[in-house]
Every structure is written in structure tokens, then in C-alpha cells.
């Protein structure tokens, strides 16, 4: 045992204490006994340096003062007190005195010396430099120097408690992401949400995205409503031009090179960036990965991870032929860009003639943007700043990144960077899979948190919001029905690959529902029935979107059809948004024509066809029809489905099918006439009634449901009557049907079936649904207020 042991204990101890009490003001998030003692060791060399400057004189002045006694009588060693005419005085003690005086006076100046350097060490720490909006402390140690990955560790491990936050509190931190198609869109809210949950600083996100991307992306961030985050998107298809004449075999694409003109994309006052992939997962604030911008020194420009493969060795395999790179090259799955420097060195230039001069040789990029970044920094290694591994763990094929880390606090950032994804081989993949598959399931919603003491940007619609909810009586017994028509409900359209192009001849209809995690079971069923496109609302929790994922992605029937839109409504609140969820369904199909179905109906074969040829022979384009399909039921869970309408009549007859809800809710569906349907030819006309709720075929510019009604009751009810408002005329069609099969009772009926207060509010906002129609529509509407109900 060393001589500093008791005292390091002591100085650590009282470093576990502070670290504890202010864990969550620090950077460093949890205290490990790893991290601990990491900087217990960081503090040697600081100890024994005191503990010199303290103990040295001492130890000097009790070997002099002993020394000058001599059989217990004291001996000057002042030479003016000094008698040569004493006995004891001889040349010896003389010399011996003076040799000790210089001794002293060598020491005296070594611990001044030594003194100087420990003010001047204690001076330098923290250290100021400035980001793009304000002043920023050093946080931990980096490296800007090419080092091994082990070394990595120990240099940016060694971070202390007691330390000033990495980044100012308000500071914003940028980031870019390039986003292309419906995956890769997937991907970036995980990523997203990993940032989310650690951030303590507002947020920008570039995102670099194609039409896809943008439109499923500027919905999602529109619903979500975080506070704190502004986004704001770039035109990936226009960028197209600018790198599209590099071949890349990286199934990335093309977009797989756009890292390389960001300087040119992004805002030209923007001064540095944070890049990422969208395979990334963040285990910790990123603002301290922001903070690394304040070590870059000279011409340092590039933030970048080694490489933790041998790919740019070139001996992975015979005739392994990799673009140039310095030793194991870098990894560009997270960079830090300094942009106004990238722009003053003629970056664009630099990267396009090292390119064109590579290409020459090797043809097409093998890594995309990643080989081309290589290539420059072999040609100029005084632009990179080497990060600490642990800013991007690989775990691509053959990875050494086991070597980056030797406990969980040491992980900054996951790069799922191989294509097999989540099946990649590696020592501890269960460990970092499911630390992603926390934030894939994760909520949502609860990141929509404040930042406590920064000012936020004025959101319009935030504001619209707030203002609405603050006009509603929260002691109003119907309080919560109301204040659910203003939930803001999360929302990522396209959750799947979706790809059509509607009929040229503009008679496509597309048939739209929504469901929740327990109708599942239908879709195969309906995408047997119907050919044609389908746009479904669904209503999951984070979770459930990833059950329905895998569902769907585990079924040959789902995966065939690309045609079926997939958009999920994130779960909030107590009630199931019926018509909301239709409402997003219905405003995202790109047909001319749609039919308005339920989950739990199957359209009889042929019906897309059949209604494509009666939205001609009606003339639909140019008037205002509504077109109902007749419904029925059957209460067997076993269903020789009828195929024809020949068929069906005689199972009416037999009593295996039904006209629906004929025992408990006949006026829904008895102005369709049934009696007339069994023998008409031809398409007939009814006349609207109260309580109708056919189920129909429109235009796609027809009204929407209206959201006050959510849970049971009165949802499509409140819609055909705005139809009938708008002086729409309903018109059955003789040869098309659709029969609704048997499922367990949902829980809002069970709640309006037992619940006296929901049934009050339901005809609550039934009669002043009716009134507002009176309103709206005039005196064509009176008969609204008069019409009797039964719900």
C-alpha cells in the first residue's frame, strides 16, 4: 500500500458524496464505481505534488534542527554566531554547514517552482471558449491526436463530478440527419427519441429528407409538439444533382453520399453541426458530445470515431481492395462538422477532386460519403480531430468496438451500423438491443416535457391550443369529452412502405378504415376481399406500433401488398378518437374516390371493381352522390362468404347472414330499404333519415367527421347528416354488399352501456352537434333539431 492510500480514500469519499448529491446537475449521470475511480486516479498526480510542497520543507527543517545538535547541546549554524577560537570548530563543520545551507536554499526554490506550476495548472481548469450562441466549459477529456481505441477510453473517461456543465443552459445544439423513405423515417424517431430523453438543451434538427420522408417527418413533429425543438427541412431530390455522378454500391443509395454538401445545404450563418445516422442511439446528453467542439485546435475541422473494423486495413478478404484511409480510417456515422472553417477551406472543391481522382481508380464508393471523407483526410490528416470511441460504437460485421468499452457508463452512442441491423453478431448485442428497443417502445408522449428557463419560440398552434382548453369549464361533468376534440394526437403517417399510382382514368376508390391493437386480425381478411388501395388509421401506444410492425412484417398476405397505407395515431387520453382516426385516414389517399368502411366488415369479391364502374355509370365526378353499400351481419365466426348476391339472399333466407344490426339498432340502416334491395337491378335513391348511418362512397372532397364525438355513439350518424346538409343525395347500389363479422364487445360500448354519465354527455353533444348545424346551414336544417334520436 502506497503512502497516498488513506488520503485518496478520504478525498474519494467525499467524492462519492458530492457526486450523489448532485448527480443530476452533472454531466456524468450516474455515479459508477468505474467512473469513480477513474477520477480518484486522475487526482493522483495532483495529490503528490501537495503533499510534496507540504511535507518537504518540514522533513528539510527537522533533519537540519536535529542535526545541529551534538551530545544534546545546540550548534549554530549561523556563521556569525560561529567562534573560531571554539574546540569544536574545525574546517570540516564549516564546509558541511555551508553545503547544508545551499541545500536549503535548492529546496526552497524547487517548492517554489513547484508551487507556481500547481497555480497555473488550477488556473487553466475550467477553460472558456465560445459555440455558436454562447460559452461552453470542457467537460472531459478528447483526443485530437490518432491514437489506439483503448487509449480512447482511459483520455475520455476521465471526467470529474464537480465539474460546470458541458454547454450552456439555453445553448441550442444542432443537428443534421439525411432521411430518405419510409425506413429510414421509422428510424429517425428512435434516434430522436434517444436525444430526446437525455437533452436538457433546446434542440434544431436539419433534416435532409426527400418528399417521403418530409411529409411523414412534418407531420409527426407537428403533432408531437415538443417544446424546445424547432426542425426545419432541406430538399434531399434537390441535391440529387450534386453527387449523382458518384457510383456507390452502399445500399444507402445516393442518398447515402448528401453528408458531403451540407456545407452548401445548410444556413450559411450556421457555424458548426452535429451529423448523424439514422441507425444511432444515443445513451447520453448530447450536449456533451456538443461541448467537443471547443478542443478543436487549428485547422482541426472534422470531428470524427475511428473506425472499429479492419475494412480499410484491406485484409478482410483475398483481393479486398478498400479506398485509402489513415491506418483504420473513420467512421462517419457521427460527425462533428465545423462549417464556417469547412467553408473558408473550399471543402466542395477539396472532397470533388479527391473523388474524381480516387474514381479513376476505384470505380464506385464501397461505404459511400464515408469513403470519400477517408480519402481527403489521408491527403490531409491535420483536418480531423479524433473523438473517444465511445462517441460511436459500431457494431458493424467483424467490429473491434468491444475493445471501447469496459462497463455500461462507458457508452455514449450505439451505431446500429451493419445491415443486419438488430442481427448483428456481438459479444453483448442483447445488452445494446435492448437499450434501443427501450426507445422504440418508448412513450412519446412524455418527452413532451418543459425546459424549465429558456425562452421558447411563439408556436401558433401550441398557442391556438392552449387557448381553446383554457375556454372549456373544467367543472363541467362533460369536461373531458370536450377537451378531447383539442387533444393534439401524435401522428406517423405511412408507418410502412406504400407505393401506387391511382388509375389514369380517375375512377380509383380507396377504402378507408381505422382499428385499434385488437382488430388486427382482420386486415389479411380485408386485403383478400379488396384489390384495390386501402388507407387505415390505427390506434397503438409506442409499443403496440412495434407489435404491429412485426405483425405485419411476419405476413406474406400484409408484405405483398404495397398499396395499404399505415398510418398510426399514437394513444393519449381516455377515449378512442373514432373520427379523428377516420379523418387521418380519409386525408391521406391519393384517389379520386373513397369508401367509407368499418375494420369488421369484408366487402364482398369483386366490390373495388364493381364500385369503380358505378362511380362512371352515376357520374360521381360531377355531382353530389353519396353511394351506400348495403350491410349485413353474421354472428357465426365461421363464414362461407357468399359470392354473389344470388348467394346471399339465400342465406338471409336460412337465417345464417342478417341485415345488420336489425335486433338493436334498426333505424341505422333501415332507410336502405332491404325489402327493395332483394329485387332491384338497378341503383335507387333514399331518402336521409334520423339516425341513418349507412356506410358509403363519396367523393374524396366530402366533409369530415366531426370530433366531438369519440368513443360510441352518434359518429357516423352526426357525418351522414352533414351530407345530407350539404344536399348530398344518397343512392343504393343493387349488386354490392359487405357483411360485418363477430368480435368481442369494444370497451367504449361497454362504457356507454354502463356508464348513465356517458350516455348524458353523448346526447349532450348530440344537441348542440344539431344546433350547430342549424347555424351553419340555415333553414334547410331545422329538421336536425326536431329529428327523433334513439342513441
Same mark, same amino acid.
Given at each position: 500500500?502506497?503512502?497516498?492510500?488513506?488520503?485518496?480514500?478520504?478525498?474519494?469519499?467525499?467524492?462519492?458524496?458530492?457526486?450523489?448529491?448532485?448527480?443530476?446537475?452533472?454531466?456524468?449521470?450516474i455515479? #459508477?464505481?468505474?467512473?469513480?475511480?477513474?477520477?480518484?486516479?486522475?487526482?493522483?498526480k495532483?495529490?503528490?505534488? &501537495?503533499?510534496?510542497?507540504?511535507?518537504?520543507?518540514?522533513i528539510?527543517?527537522?533533519y537540519?534542527?536535529?542535526?545541529?545538535?551534538?551530545?544534546?547541546?545546540?550548534?549554530?549554524? &549561523?556563521?556569525?554566531?560561529?567562534?573560531?577560537?571554539?574546540?569544536?570548530?574545525?574546517?570540516?563543520?564549516?564546509r558541511?554547514?555551508?553545503?547544508?545551507?545551499?541545500?536549503?536554499?535548492?529546496?526552497?526554490e524547487?517548492?517554489?517552482?513547484?508551487?507556481?506550476?500547481?497555480?497555473?495548472?488550477?488556473?487553466?481548469?475550467?477553460?472558456?471558449?465560445?459555440?455558436?450562441?454562447? *460559452?461552453?466549459?470542457?467537460?472531459e477529456?478528447?483526443?485530437?491526436?490518432?491514437?489506439s481505441?483503448?487509449?480512447g477510453?482511459?483520455?475520455?473517461? $476521465?471526467?470529474e !463530478?464537480? =465539474?460546470?456543465?458541458?454547454?450552456?443552459?439555453?445553448?441550442?445544439?444542432?443537428?443534421?440527419?439525411?432521411?430518405?423513405?419510409?425506413?429510414? &423515417?421509422?428510424?429517425?424517431?428512435?434516434?430522436?427519441?434517444?436525444?430526446?430523453?437525455?437533452?436538457?438543451?433546446?434542440?434544431?434538427?436539419?433534416?435532409?429528407?426527400?418528399?417521403?420522408?418530409?411529409?411523414?417527418?412534418?407531420?409527426?413533429?407537428?403533432?408531437?409538439?415538443?417544446?424546445?425543438?424547432?426542425?426545419?427541412f432541406?430538399?434531399?431530390?434537390?441535391?440529387?444533382?450534386e453527387?449523382?455522378?458518384?457510383?456507390?454500391?452502399?445500399?444507402?443509395?445516393?442518398?447515402?453520399?448528401?453528408?458531403?454538401?451540407?456545407?452548401?445545404?445548410?444556413p450559411?450563418?450556421?457555424?458548426?453541426?452535429?451529423?448523424?445516422?439514422?441507425?444511432?442511439?444515443?445513451?447520453?446528453?448530447?450536449?456533451?458530445?456538443?461541448?467537443?467542439?471547443?478542443?478543436?485546435?487549428? =485547422?482541426?475541422?472534422?470531428?470524427?470515431?475511428?473506425?472499429?473494423s479492419?475494412?480499410?486495413?484491406?485484409?478482410?478478404?483475398?483481393?479486398?481492395?478498400?479506398w485509402?484511409?489513415?491506418?483504420?480510417?473513420?467512421?462517419?456515422?457521427?460527425?462533428?462538422?465545423?462549417?464556417?472553417?469547412?467553408?473558408?477551406?473550399?471543402?466542395?472543391?477539396?472532397?470533388?477532386?479527391?473523388?474524381?481522382?480516387?474514381?479513376?481508380?476505384?470505380?464506385?464508393?464501397?461505404?459511400?460519403?464515408?469513403?470519400?471523407?477517408?480519402?481527403?483526410?489521408?491527403?490531409?490528416?491535420?483536418?480531423?480531430?479524433?473523438?473517444?470511441?465511445?462517441?460511436?460504437v459500431?457494431?458493424?460485421?467483424?467490429?473491434?468496438?468491444?475493445?471501447?468499452?469496459?462497463?455500461?457508463?462507458?457508452?455514449?452512442?450505439?451505431?446500429?451500423?451493419?445491415?443486419?441491423k438488430?442481427?448483428?453478431?456481438? *459479444?453483448?448485442?442483447?445488452?445494446?438491443?435492448?437499450l434501443?428497443?427501450?426507445?422504440?417502445?418508448?412513450?412519446?408522449?412524455?418527452?413532451?416535457?418543459?425546459?424549465?428557463? !429558456?425562452?421558447?419560440?411563439?408556436?401558433?398552434?401550441?398557442?391556438?391550443?392552449?387557448?381553446?382548453? $383554457?375556454?372549456?369549464?373544467?367543472?363541467?361533468?362533460?369536461?373531458?369529452?370536450?377537451?378531447?376534440?383539442?387533444?393534439?394526437?401524435?401522428?406517423?403517417?405511412?408507418?410502412?412502405?406504400?407505393?401506387?399510382?391511382?388509375?389514369?382514368?380517375?375512377?380509383?376508390v #380507396?377504402?378507408?378504415? =381505422?382499428?385499434?391493437?385488437?382488430?388486427?386480425?382482420?386486415?389479411?381478411?380485408? !386485403?383478400?376481399h379488396?384489390?384495390?388501395?386501402?388507407?387505415?388509421?390505427?390506434?397503438?401506444?409506442?409499443?403496440?406500433?412495434?407489435?404491429?410492425?412485426?405483425?405485419?412484417?411476419?405476413?406474406?398476405?400484409?408484405?405483398?401488398?404495397h398499396?395499404?397505407?399505415?398510418?398510426?395515431?399514437?394513444?393519449?387520453?381516455?377515449?378512442?378518437?373514432?373520427?379523428?382516426?377516420?379523418?387521418?385516414?380519409m386525408?391521406?389517399?391519393?384517389?379520386?374516390?373513397?369508401?367509407? &368502411?368499418?375494420?369488421?366488415?369484408?366487402?364482398?369479391?369483386?366490390?373495388y371493381?364493381?364500385?369503380?364502374?358505378s362511380?362512371? =355509370?352515376?357520374d360521381?365526378?360531377?355531382?353530389?352522390?353519396a353511394?351506400?353499400?348495403?350491410?349485413?351481419?353474421?354472428?357465426?365466426?365461421?363464414?362461407?362468404?357468399?359470392k354473389?348476391?344470388?348467394?346471399?339472399?339465400?342465406?338471409?333466407?336460412?337465417?345464417?347472414?342478417? #341485415?345488420?344490426?336489425?335486433?338493436?339498432?334498426?333505424?341505422?340502416?333501415?332507410?336502405?330499404?332491404?325489402? *327493395?334491395?332483394?329485387?332491384?337491378?338497378?341503383?335507387y335513391?333514399?331518402?336521409?333519415?334520423?339516425?341513418?348511418?349507412?356506410?358509403?362512397?363519396?367523393?374524396?372532397?366530402?366533409?369530415?367527421?366531426?370530433?366531438?364525438?369519440?368513443?360510441?355513439g352518434?359518429?357516423?350518424?352526426?357525418?351522414?347528416?352533414?351530407?345530407?346538409?350539404?344536399?348530398?343525395?344518397?343512392?343504393?347500389?343493387?349488386?354490392a354488399?359487405?357483411?360485418?363479422?363477430?368480435?368481442?364487445?369494444?370497451?367504449?360500448?361497454?362504457?356507454?352501456?354502463?356508464?348513465?354519465?356517458?350516455?348524458?354527455?353523448?346526447?349532450?353533444?348530440?344537441?348542440?352537434?344539431?344546433?350547430?348545424?342549424?347555424r351553419?346551414?340555415?333553414?334547410?336544417?331545422?329538421?336536425?333539431?326536431?329529428?327523433?334520436?334513439?342513441?
Open positions: 500500500m502506497d503512502s497516498y492510500t488513506y488520503t485518496e480514500g478520504v478525498i474519494c469519499g467525499r467524492l462519492w458524496t458530492i457526486c450523489f448529491r448532485h448527480r443530476n446537475n452533472t454531466g456524468l449521470g455515479c #459508477t464505481p468505474e467512473r469513480m475511480l477513474g477520477i480518484c486516479r486522475g487526482r493522483r495532483f495529490l503528490a505534488a &501537495s503533499l510534496t510542497v507540504l511535507f518537504v520543507p518540514a528539510t527543517w527537522i537540519l534542527f536535529a542535526g545541529s545538535f551534538e551530545d544534546g547541546k545546540p550548534v549554530s549554524l &549561523s556563521p556569525l554566531e560561529s567562534q573560531p577560537h571554539s574546540p569544536r570548530y574545525t574546517a570540516s563543520s564549516q558541511e554547514r555551508e553545503s547544508l545551507e545551499v541545500r536549503m536554499r535548492e529546496v526552497e524547487e517548492n517554489r517552482v513547484l508551487r507556481k506550476q500547481l497555480s497555473l495548472a488550477q488556473s487553466r481548469s475550467p477553460s472558456h471558449h465560445h459555440g455558436n450562441h454562447s *460559452k461552453t466549459y470542457s467537460m477529456e478528447g483526443t485530437g491526436d490518432s491514437e481505441l483503448r487509449a477510453i482511459v483520455a475520455g473517461n $476521465s471526467s !463530478c464537480g =465539474q460546470q456543465p458541458a454547454v450552456e443552459k439555453c445553448e441550442t445544439i444542432h443537428v443534421a440527419i439525411v432521411c430518405a423513405g419510409y425506413n429510414a &423515417s421509422r428510424d429517425v424517431v428512435t434516434l430522436v427519441k434517444s436525444v430526446l430523453f437525455h437533452r436538457r438543451n433546446p434542440l434544431h434538427f436539419h433534416l435532409i429528407a426527400d418528399a417521403i420522408a418530409k411529409q411523414i417527418l412534418a407531420t409527426l413533429f407537428q403533432t408531437w409538439m415538443v417544446p424546445a425543438v424547432r426542425i426545419d432541406y430538399d434531399a431530390d434537390e441535391l440529387k444533382s453527387v449523382s455522378w458518384i457510383p456507390n454500391k452502399h445500399y444507402s443509395g445516393i442518398y447515402g453520399l448528401m453528408k458531403l454538401v451540407l456545407t452548401k445545404t445548410l450559411s450563418n450556421l457555424e458548426r453541426v452535429i451529423v448523424l445516422d439514422t441507425d444511432i442511439t444515443f445513451a447520453t446528453d448530447i450536449a456533451e458530445l456538443w461541448a467537443v467542439f471547443h478542443k478543436f485546435k487549428g =485547422q482541426q475541422v472534422l470531428g470524427l470515431v475511428e473506425n472499429q479492419d475494412w480499410y486495413l484491406g485484409n478482410l478478404w483475398k483481393n479486398h481492395r478498400p485509402p484511409a489513415l491506418g483504420r480510417g473513420y467512421n462517419t456515422g457521427v460527425i462533428l462538422l465545423l462549417l464556417d472553417k469547412l467553408r473558408k477551406m473550399k471543402w466542395e472543391q477539396m472532397w470533388r477532386l479527391t473523388a474524381e481522382r480516387e474514381l479513376m481508380s476505384m470505380l464506385s464508393t464501397s461505404l459511400a460519403d464515408q469513403d470519400i471523407f477517408n480519402a481527403v483526410i489521408k491527403q490531409n490528416p491535420f483536418l480531423v480531430y479524433q473523438l473517444p470511441c465511445f462517441w460511436n459500431q457494431l458493424s460485421d467483424h467490429t473491434r468496438s468491444e475493445q471501447c468499452y469496459r462497463d455500461v457508463s462507458d457508452l455514449k452512442v450505439i451505431h446500429w451500423n451493419s445491415p443486419k438488430l442481427r448483428v453478431k456481438n *459479444k453483448h448485442v442483447e445488452f445494446f438491443r435492448n434501443y428497443l427501450t426507445f422504440l417502445e418508448y412513450d412519446g408522449n412524455l418527452l413532451r416535457r418543459e425546459l424549465f428557463g !429558456c425562452p421558447s419560440e411563439a408556436d401558433i398552434n401550441s398557442e391556438n391550443l392552449q387557448k381553446q382548453l $383554457s375556454e372549456l369549464d373544467e367543472d363541467d361533468l362533460c369536461y373531458e369529452f370536450r377537451r378531447e376534440r383539442f387533444t393534439v394526437h401524435r401522428t406517423h403517417l405511412y408507418f410502412l412502405h406504400y407505393e401506387y399510382e391511382p388509375a389514369s382514368d380517375n375512377t380509383d #380507396t377504402l378507408v378504415a =381505422q382499428l385499434s391493437m385488437d382488430r388486427l386480425q382482420m386486415l389479411e381478411a380485408i !386485403c383478400k379488396w384489390e384495390g388501395p386501402i388507407s387505415l388509421a390505427l390506434y397503438l401506444s409506442d409499443a403496440e406500433a412495434q407489435q404491429f410492425l412485426r405483425y405485419a412484417q411476419g405476413s406474406e398476405v400484409l408484405m405483398s401488398r398499396n395499404v397505407g399505415y398510418h398510426i395515431v399514437y394513444k393519449e387520453g381516455q377515449f378512442y378518437p373514432v373520427n379523428l382516426l377516420r379523418n387521418v385516414a386525408k391521406h389517399i391519393s384517389t379520386p374516390y373513397m369508401f367509407l &368502411s368499418d375494420i369488421d366488415f369484408l366487402p364482398m369479391y369483386g366490390l371493381e364493381y364500385l369503380r364502374k362511380v362512371i =355509370q352515376l360521381l365526378a360531377n355531382t353530389k352522390k353511394l351506400i353499400v348495403p350491410a349485413f351481419e353474421t354472428l357465426r365466426y365461421r363464414l362461407s362468404f357468399p354473389s348476391k344470388a348467394e346471399l339472399l339465400s342465406m338471409l333466407d336460412m337465417g345464417t347472414l342478417f #341485415t345488420f344490426r336489425y335486433h338493436v339498432w334498426t333505424k341505422g340502416h333501415a332507410p336502405t330499404n332491404f325489402a *327493395k334491395w332483394r329485387t332491384a337491378t338497378t341503383p335513391r333514399v331518402e336521409w333519415e334520423a339516425d341513418f348511418e349507412p356506410y358509403v362512397v363519396v367523393r374524396k372532397d366530402c366533409p369530415e367527421y366531426d370530433r366531438r364525438f369519440v368513443g360510441f352518434w359518429n357516423k350518424v352526426a357525418h351522414i347528416m352533414e351530407l345530407d346538409a350539404q344536399e348530398y343525395e344518397f343512392t343504393v347500389l343493387p349488386n354488399y359487405m357483411i360485418h363479422m363477430p368480435h368481442a364487445p369494444s370497451f367504449d360500448i361497454t362504457k356507454f352501456r354502463s356508464n348513465k354519465q356517458y350516455r348524458i354527455c353523448l346526447k349532450t353533444l348530440k344537441e348542440e352537434f344539431q344546433q350547430d348545424m342549424s351553419h346551414y340555415g333553414f334547410a336544417a331545422l329538421k336536425y333539431l326536431t329529428a327523433e334520436n334513439n342513441s
